[in-house]
């Protein structure tokens, strides 16, 4: 088990639907992302909270909306997402926002039909 | 630039077998150097991080860097077939918070 946890572990949504994912840690790390990844690929950062403060935004398409509500739980608002979006979405965590390692949740598996 | 070379693989060695995981990179800038092994269906996991050049070690696990020829291995000793994953190399800049990842190596070890 990770200690990085991820909600739900799998989501099937339409493209009308608006759904959140969620995710939570207790190391006390103060910055927390939000990767991409398909299949056979490495993840694709997509949002950095450092200090609950977006700090990174990969130019990512505003159909994703983070929320880092307090420094252990981060959120990803979904909205009228397309097929194309459908991949395994990663949460992370660190100890600071500098260059440290990052520790990852199990993911969320999201399908778009 | 910031690019990371990893052999995708797939890669199949006999059980008990050595296996070496490589990446070579371009910028001399990188400071942490990491390995992430993934089991299909779950996150990456971290296995080991290293800051500088030289061995690090943990169990059947090594990490080593070589700063000057720009060169990062891996190293799993008497291999099992759960370490059939695919894995990941990674490095960092100091005060930058991306990662940047190798394209991941697929292994398979066969029983």
């Known amino acids: 088990d990770t200690e990085v946890t991820q909600t739900p572990k799998h989501l099937v949504m339409g493209m009308t639907n608006k759904k959140s994912l969620k995710c939570e840690q207790h190391m006390g790390h103060r910055a927390m992302y939000w990767y991409k990844q398909k299949a056979k690929k490495p993840p694709e950062l997509m949002f950095v909270y450092s200090y609950e403060k977006l700090s990174i935004n990969e130019s990512v398409p505003s159909r994703f909306s983070p929320e880092c509500p307090n420094s252990s739980l981060l959120n990803l608002h979904l909205h009228a997402l397309q097929p194309e979006d459908s991949a395994l979405y990663l949460c992370?965590?660190?100890?600071?926002?500098?260059?440290?390692?990052?520790?990852f949740g199990d993911g969320t598996r999201l399908s778009i039909l | 630039q910031k690019e990371v070379e990893q052999d995708p693989g797939p890669l199949s060695v006999p059980e008990g077998a050595i296996v070496s995981l490589n990446c070579t990179y371009s910028n001399s800038a990188f400071q942490y150097f990491m390995w992430y092994r993934q089991y299909s269906r779950k996150g990456p996991e971290l296995l080991m991080y290293t800051y500088s050049s030289g061995n690090k070690e943990d169990g059947r696990f090594t990490a080593q860097v070589d700063k000057s020829s720009k060169y990062i291995s891996l190293f799993i000793r008497d291999s099992q077939p759960s370490d059939s994953a695919t894995y990941l190399c990674?490095?960092?800049?100091?005060?930058?918070?991306?990662?940047?990842f190798g394209k991941g190596t697929r292994l398979h070890i066969l029983p």
């Open positions: 990674a490095m960092t800049f100091e005060g930058d918070d991306k990662i940047i």
């Open positions: 992370a965590s660190s100890l600071g926002h500098s260059n440290q390692p990052q520790h």
